[in-house]
């Protein structure tokens, strides 16, 4: 590592360090404060566990009277996924967990309104029809981890399971979250904390301890086409999709407010620094390990990146120009190239921009986040040309 040097652009003062073989990915993450709107961001790159970047910039709040420091952290919407995805996956390892195994046979409710054979992959593959529940959710009652997940034990699922996926966007992690939870006696951020943050010291909570909230920075919303447009577009949308992405609606509004911090969403709430990001992706990219540290087997690192299946997802599938593939817990890069040119990286994206990269074969996890939010569940651009610098210097 170079030592650190401050960089600054008309646009923002960025700070950290960067390794000159990567001279690329700081000039990318310039031209997203100069050319492409970003307020405040992070990103940090490893490449076989050895930081190669870490850099920080910008403004932690809309009214820009707060610096992006050091140890900002911010709420990384689905990003969240792929820590979750590490819990169930950590459970297999351990034989706690058979992911082919019924979802009934560790939560019984869930048996209901034939869903009895379900298998655990479904819900980590976005492939249980449970995208979104059908009843209308309140935010009040979508905060009430009981309520939430009794509902989907009812539900019956809007498509027959396994068929297609079909992006689970909040549900994902009510879902996953309980199978833990019955498996372990332990929400997933407690089990995540006492498991893998906690030893591994990275900065990532899901949900946000009251104490840490003076650290956070402020979502803002995304620019986005006006109230008629969006509802035209969303009108046009499969029932089980519009479920999905609205089913309770949030946004920058919601995920800057106490009550959402003090929630367990292991879906979309996860709050940290780029560092932990790239932390919590590195344990895949380096097939298991952490440092010296062995967090899963490498059987266990490569089973996650199983695909299940490619198709044009239910929700997500007018975004891309492609079919896409999950596997179990995380999306594989395929034909889109969401995670570099290597077909089997993998990784995940956070609504309006953030980033979690694992590519076991270059050895490589970058994490990257944000606060002004872009349109996209996906893809952001910001992100991609931080992905392809991060690939050009490899």
Same mark, same amino acid.
């Given at each position: 590592?170079?030592?650190?040097?401050?960089?600054?652009?008309?646009?923002?003062?960025?700070?950290?360090?960067?390794?000159?073989?990567?001279?690329?990915?700081?000039?990318?993450?310039?031209?997203?404060?100069?050319?492409?709107?970003?307020?405040?961001?992070?990103?940090?790159?490893?490449?076989?566990?050895?930081?190669?970047?870490?850099?920080?910039?910008?403004? &932690?709040?809309?009214?820009?009277?707060?610096?992006?420091?050091?140890?900002?952290?911010?709420?990384?919407?689905?990003? /969240?996924?792929?820590?979750?995805?590490?819990?169930?996956?950590?459970?297999?390892?351990?034989?706690?967990?058979?992911?082919?195994?019924?979802?009934?046979?560790?939560?019984?409710?869930?048996?209901?309104? *034939?869903?009895?054979?379900?298998?655990?992959?479904?819900?980590?593959?976005?492939?249980?029809?449970?995208?979104?529940?059908?009843?209308?959710?309140?935010?009040?009652?979508?905060?009430?981890?009981?309520? /939430?997940?009794?509902?989907?034990?009812? +539900?019956?699922?809007?498509?027959?399971?396994?068929?297609?996926?079909?992006?689970?966007?909040?549900?994902?992690?009510?879902?996953?979250?309980?199978?833990?939870?019955?498996? /372990?006696?332990?929400?997933?951020?407690?089990?995540?904390?006492?498991?893998?943050?906690?030893?591994?010291?990275?900065?990532?909570? %899901?949900?946000?301890?009251?104490?840490?909230?003076?650290?956070?920075?402020?979502?803002?919303?995304?620019?986005?086409?006006?109230?008629? @447009?969006?509802?035209?577009?969303?009108?046009?949308?499969?029932?089980? &999709?519009?479920?999905?992405?609205?089913?309770?609606?949030? *946004?920058?509004?919601?995920?800057?407010?106490?009550?959402?911090?003090?929630? @367990?969403?292991?879906?979309?709430?996860?709050?940290?620094?780029?560092?932990?990001?790239?932390?919590?992706?590195?344990?895949?990219?380096?097939?298991?390990?952490?440092? @010296?540290?062995?967090?899963?087997?490498?059987?266990?690192?490569?089973?996650?990146?199983? *695909?299940?299946?490619? #198709?044009?997802?239910?929700?997500? *599938?007018?975004?891309?120009?492609?079919? /896409?593939?999950?596997?179990?817990?995380?999306?594989?890069?395929?034909?889109?190239?969401?995670?570099?040119?290597?077909?089997?990286?993998?990784?995940?994206?956070?609504?309006?921009?953030? #980033?979690?990269?694992?590519?076991?074969?270059?050895?490589?996890?970058?994490?990257?986040? +944000?606060?002004?939010?872009?349109?996209? %569940?996906?893809?952001?651009?910001?992100? +991609?040309?931080?992905?392809?610098?991060?690939? &050009?210097?490899?």
């Amino acid at each position: 590592m170079s030592e650190p040097d401050p960089v600054r652009s008309p646009a923002a003062t960025i700070e950290g360090q960067c390794d000159p073989r990567f001279a690329a990915v700081r000039d990318a993450f310039e031209a997203n404060f100069r050319d492409r709107d970003e307020l405040g961001a992070a990103v940090t790159v490893q490449v076989h566990g050895e930081t190669v970047v870490d850099l920080w910039g910008g403004w &932690a709040d809309a009214a820009r009277t707060r610096r992006w420091e050091r140890d900002t952290v911010v709420n990384v919407w689905s990003t /969240t996924k792929g820590a979750t995805a590490l819990c169930a996956h950590l459970l297999a390892d351990r034989g706690l967990l058979d992911l082919d195994a019924p979802v009934a046979t560790y939560w019984p409710e869930f048996g209901a309104a *034939g869903k009895e054979t379900l298998p655990v992959r479904f819900l980590l593959s976005h492939r249980a029809g449970l995208s979104g529940l059908r009843e209308p959710l309140s935010l009040a009652e979508f905060y009430d981890w009981e309520t /939430t997940t009794a509902r989907l034990a009812a +539900m019956e699922p809007w498509w027959e399971p396994g068929t297609r996926s079909g992006y689970h966007a909040l549900t994902y992690g009510f879902l996953v979250g309980e199978v833990i939870r019955r498996v /372990t006696g332990q929400l997933p951020g407690a089990f995540l904390h006492e498991e893998v943050t906690g030893p591994l010291d990275l900065d990532f909570t %899901i949900g946000l301890p009251e104490k840490e909230a003076p650290r956070a920075a402020e979502l803002v919303h995304p620019r986005v086409a006006s109230s008629s @447009e969006q509802a035209a577009l969303f009108a046009q949308l499969d029932p089980a &999709a519009q479920a999905a992405l609205a089913n309770p609606p949030v *946004g920058a509004t919601e995920a800057n407010s106490a009550p959402w911090r003090a929630a @367990e969403v292991p879906a979309a709430n996860g709050h940290g620094t780029a560092r932990a990001v790239a932390g919590l992706y590195g344990v895949f990219a380096r097939r298991g390990r952490s440092g @010296e540290r062995v967090v899963l087997s490498e059987r266990a690192a490569e089973r996650a990146r199983e *695909g299940q299946g490619s #198709c044009r997802d239910l929700v997500l *599938g007018a975004g891309f120009a492609h079919d /896409t593939e999950c596997a179990l817990g995380l999306w594989l890069s395929g034909p889109n190239a969401s995670y570099g040119p290597n077909p089997r990286a993998f990784g995940h994206d956070g609504f309006g921009g953030s #980033c979690g990269l694992a590519d076991p074969e270059a050895g490589l996890s970058l994490g990257y986040v +944000m606060n002004r939010m872009g349109p996209r %569940i996906a893809d952001d651009p910001r992100k +991609m040309a931080l992905v392809e610098a991060a690939y &050009a210097a490899l």
